[in-house]
């Protein structure tokens, strides 16, 4: 959950450090199969923390190191082995959408507001809305968005492909752990697999993707989750996996 409500859950870096420390200690805890993010109070993400980022800007050097920290937060929650569920309320905006941008599922209720807003104050986007946005929904209002710096609605981002649902407000909390648990309940190793397949191939060409899935398939074959699956398909019962 991001706690800072008084600030519209703004990401200051000690907020990126203890994301990207969440995830590495999730990524080996075997009795967590999935994470969700959401946020405090009525919004889920303002985006960056301006005030306690502004250290950061007074040099080049010391702007990249704030940007590189970001992107780190941001890739380790995107190569994180179990799936992601981003459930958004109220104002998404700037590092906000960078965030959800990294997550698996994105679940939204009908007044949450979806942005970018960078260069609508003057700003490129430094956490990786010009290169994720532009793959995960309708390129060119995909670069509208990043160009206006004006507001998505939910259900625009819905219509647009960049989220996967949109719930009234008050079932936001259901459909989200309603999401969770359908996806708890699949096997970690091939949810760990088909995750990674999707995020490394689509940055691959076709025929090397499609080398990768089956390499991939090939080595899942000998886990015990496949043959759980196998042996659950044939004894006509709920398959029981153990994530090995």
Not at 5 to 17: E, G, K, M
Not at 221 to 228: C, I, N, P, S
């Amino acid at each position: 959950t991001l706690n800072r409500p008084d600030q519209l859950n703004a990401l200051s870096p000690d907020v990126y450090r203890e994301l990207y420390q969440v995830c590495e200690e999730i990524d080996f805890d075997d009795n967590i199969r999935v994470l969700l993010f959401k946020g405090n109070g009525k919004a889920f993400c303002a985006g960056a923390d301006l005030k306690a980022m502004q250290p950061s800007l007074q040099k080049a050097s010391s702007a990249v190191k704030y940007l590189e920290m970001c992107h780190r937060t941001y890739n380790r929650i995107e190569d994180l082995t179990k799936p992601t569920i981003a459930m958004v309320h109220g104002m998404c905006l700037a590092g906000g959408i960078e965030l959800i941008e990294s997550c698996d599922i994105i679940i939204a209720c009908e007044t949450a507001r979806i942005g970018d807003q960078h260069a609508a104050r003057g700003l490129v986007p430094g956490g990786g809305s010009t290169q994720r946005l532009i793959r995960q929904m309708n390129f060119r209002k995909a670069k509208e968005i990043l160009l206006t710096g004006e507001w998505m609605s939910a259900k625009e981002a819905y219509e647009w492909g960049f989220i996967n649902k949109v719930v009234p407000d008050d079932q936001l909390e259901q459909a989200a752990m309603e999401m969770a648990q359908k996806l708890a309940r699949q096997s970690p190793m091939c949810s760990k697999t088909i995750k990674w397949l999707c995020n490394k191939g689509i940055q691959a060409d076709l025929s090397t993707a499609l080398r990768m899935e089956i390499g991939s398939t090939a080595q899942h074959v000998f886990t015990d989750d496949f043959r759980e699956g196998i042996a659950s398909f044939m004894e006509r019962r709920k398959p029981d996996f153990k994530g090995s």
